[in-house]
């Protein structure tokens, strides 16, 4: 991952979201992450807990059971949220997002905007 935290790319990428209104309030604490395709946007292994709102590419969001096998859970897109599950204790450890191609979000530090 990538992050960049120049204020005229952050307006520009506000300006495509449809939550724009929404988290213009926590502007000061956003910055754009980019993302390679093949690249975990969130993994049980992850210290640093991301909400973030894509504004490009897809994300294949998927479990992984005790057998090891994999289920899918969503694909993601535009304007979807990742990380919400963060906020609250206790989520599962064994769920992953994997960028599809490359993807670009919005992103705060959960912890960090408390």
């Known amino acids: 991952m990538k992050r960049f935290y120049d204020s005229t790319l952050i307006e520009a990428y506000l300006g495509q979201t449809k ?8 502007q000061e604490h956003l910055f ?6 093949g ?3 969130a993994a049980p ?8 709102i894509i504004i490009h590419g897809t994300v294949n969001i998927y479990f992984i059971r005790d057998d090891g096998s994999l289920y899918s859970l969503a694909n993601s897109r535009k ?3 990742l990380g919400e599950m963060e906020i609250f204790p206790h989520q599962p450890n064994n769920v992953y997002a994997e960028a599809n191609d490359d993807v670009i979000c ?4 959960i ?4």
């Open 106 to 109: 919005l992103a705060l530090s």
């Open 32 to 37: 754009v992450a980019q993302y390679k395709k």
């Open 19 to 26: 939550f724009e209104t929404t988290i213009r309030s926590l």
């Open 79 to 81: 304007d979807d949220l």
């Open 45 to 52: 292994s992850q210290k640093e807990h991301l909400f973030q």
């Open 39 to 41: 690249e975990f946007i």
């Open 111 to 114: 912890e960090a905007s408390k």
